[in-house]
């Protein structure tokens, strides 16, 4: 069946199988291989992305449920040539090892500061409590998010890139 | 809080990095910020076909037929291979690491749950996985060994009985130290402890599961296979002599792989069914594994049932100590390690301790359980070793009523020691042990934490201090004593330094997460004063780099950060004899500074190895024997293994009442000797300990009556998450390593090795009022209630 979406700012339509899961055609269908599949039960977190700007674990969401919505992957967190604060705390605190659950911690860190722009270490720990990362232990995790938080994109460049 | 000092300031770069030691981020940060890595599953060539593997539901049984009609007939399905496919080609069994041999598809019975059965090759994943469900295989369950303890009972099925002649399932009897002496010192000792003590099956469950892209050019013959191997090399040969393939013909890529623990070192049927799939259809098969496939089959980690004995003075004096090991290997004995060491180097379990005499078995079995045993950051089975020793000295102190840390400082290793030779035959190269100690216990405020425990007590709240010293063997290893499959342990450098001065350093070692590209460039930065950003490091691609065995085992810094240090001094050397004849004088006339050779006394006279670089691949006139080019190789063959070691504090607090553990502080101190990036070993030491909580608090793979393998996904499979762990408090002392190049001992593995003794000690210090002298891992709330109700269960099985 046919699915348009919105992603990363880009319509696109395809015709999928109805079973299709949302990381597959992300990664598959529309080749955008940043987006990682680790678990298959909603337990990792390696698959996050946005649908309508709300994290959503996309191994347990059908292509066919974003239908008319937007989503975002990490490939559009940069904006203009510019890393996004939190891409650039990751880089910062050395938030990431072998990269392979830093785009869906990333984008859970992004949408946690766009609702919660200070966020206490307790809240940023019950942030990201839904990925789960083997390399870095949290910590410089944890710090890569409070960098993003103290390094917010000034309002200038914030309508620049609107 | 933290007592990590920054490395002495070295020279920036113009980009600002460190020409040398120091913190500096990551190269590879760039692409994987972006979702640019390239991970084997990001592979997608014109024409590839997906592969899906049916495995076993029952974990023994005898395998009557397999119908794969079905399959075949469904649209899009390409082939179907069975083990009677295999067979044929004479490709049904592969070696293992360990020279015994794995079904790659079985034959005659399956002898695990999850085990590979068929394979099916189709145009998309989805399509395999359908066919999967179209295969009809007719199975009689056979009775199941899913306990160790009773794999060598008289009635105990046998499970390998297509080895000729088996009629048990034992694998081996190994042994270490000197049992007579050993015996002669618990004779005399005033004080004896025993406990029983086991390290359960757990799983390195790296983020990215195994798998490969296998491209066998029908026309040239030429195999490439990108795959998620930490050990590029060694595969390689390994498929030559498996597969009969030319070895000039196999290309084995390993591009980024995220994260590995060991669970990337063997070499695993998926692997080998690609290659095969390959063949087959002429097109390129990707294969990769699900989480369920990754946790149920792929080399799982530790399973050792250990029985510890520490005989000791009556003051704490350590006199020996015997440990015997019934080792639970599952299926196949697929564990790597040393040729030499079958149980890994398990036998360094003496510690981080003085005492003359000390002993260990290890007999090894098989049971009705996926294959594997070295892996999860364990430096060949040392994880076992230091909680061992760790968790039975802890004992001894419950037993003699002294503080744990005074009994660790009075059995201590001296400075004036090193070299020391343990009673097991290791060599420890270098060590300061009080004074990483005494840090560990300052960072922790230790004395005050005792006061509050007292308090607590004193109000019924149940807190617990544990501490943990633990000493490793990493780098494996020296030629003469190490091989896997026969292939010694040394490892390959090249480095060229181009007409402009940039250059390119190609590695046998590849990187799951360490950061090989960033240190790799400073420890060359260091040598020759070429900015890092100037050096790019070239690493898992076979065609592209030189042979050596791997990433595993703490030995990429030890064996091939070595190996740059000195492939950088020979181009220093060659470099000194160049800008001889640029300056017009002799060699010894010359002088070495960060980056610069110049003439003694007039330093204003010099050529910097920028300068250098052009000026051997110039016109400029070279003395005799001099080549041109500013180039060089080396293979660094490791005199001994180098002894990190390290000592760690936990804090937990325990709520008697649910048995909830939660660890409130972590103090780790380690000594890796010299830091090249100090943020990527603090890195390396945070994930090492969150491996720790995990362990000792989550982790475990059990099964139940009919071999059901109870971990089989991340719903029961539990990984810390950000919540269990707390907020690293890091320190370090610095002592080298006399042997290395560079001082640098190794940490990969560390923390995963020192840190479960920490928490395990942690809780149970917390719950020794209740009687509590030993509890096993995972201390999950129901283990330690049923710990504090006095009747503690065995994890590792699940019995009705």
Redesign the interface.
Known sequence: MQVTVTVNGQEVTRDVEPRTLLVHFIRDDLLMRGTHWGCDTSNCGACTVWVDDEPVKSCTYLAVQADGKSITTVEGLEKNGELDPIQKGFMECHGLQCGYCTPGMMMVGRALLDKNPHPSEAEIREGISGNICRCTGYKNIVASIQWAAEHPVSTEASEVTA | MTAVEDTPSVPLSPAGNPIGFGRM??K????????????V??L?LPGMLHGAVLRSPFAHARINSIDTSAAEALPGVKAVITGETLAGLGLAWMPTLSYDTQAVLATDKVRFQGQEVAFVIAES??IARDALELIDVDYDPLPVVYDAKKALDADAPVIRDDKEGKTDNHIYDWEAGDKDKTEAAFAAADVVVTEDILYPRVH??????CGSVAHMDPVTGKLTLWTTTQAPHAHRTVYALVAGLPEQKIQVISP????G?GNKVPIYPGYVLSIVGSIVTGKPVKWME???ENLMSTGFARDYHMKASIASTKDGKILAVKVDVLADHGAFNGTAQPTKYPAGFFHIFTGSYDYPAAYCNVKAVYTNKAPGGVAYACSFRITEAAYVIERIVDCLAAELKMDPAELRLKNLLKPEQFPYTTPTGWEYDSGDYEKTMRVAMEMAGYEELRKEQAEKRARGEYMGIGISFFTEGVGAGPRKHMDILGLGMADGCDLRVHPTGKAQVRLSVQT????HETTFAQIVAHELGIPPEDIEVIHGDTDNTPFGLGTYGSRSTPVSGAAAALVARKVRDKARLIAAAALECAPDDLEWELGRWYVKGDPSRGRTIQEIAMDAHGPLELPDGVEGHLDAQVVYNPPNLTYPYGCYICVVDVDPGTGQVKVRRFIAVDDCGPRINP??V??????????GVGMALMELIAFDEEGNNLGG???DYL?P???E?P??ELGETVTPSPHHPIGAKGVGESATVGSPAAVVNAVIDAISPFGVRHADMPLTPANVWRAIQGSPVRTDIAVS
């Open positions: 981020p990551r590879e940060d760039v692409r994987f910020l972006r979702g640019q890595g390239n991970y599953d990001d997608n994943r989805y390195p469950a790296p983020m990215e599961t980024d792989i995220g994260g623990f699900d989480r369920s799951q997460g360490q950061g943020t990527i603090e890195g390396q030491v945070h994930g090492g300990l969150a491996d996904s991340f719903m990984l998450t950000s919540m762990c907020d690293w």
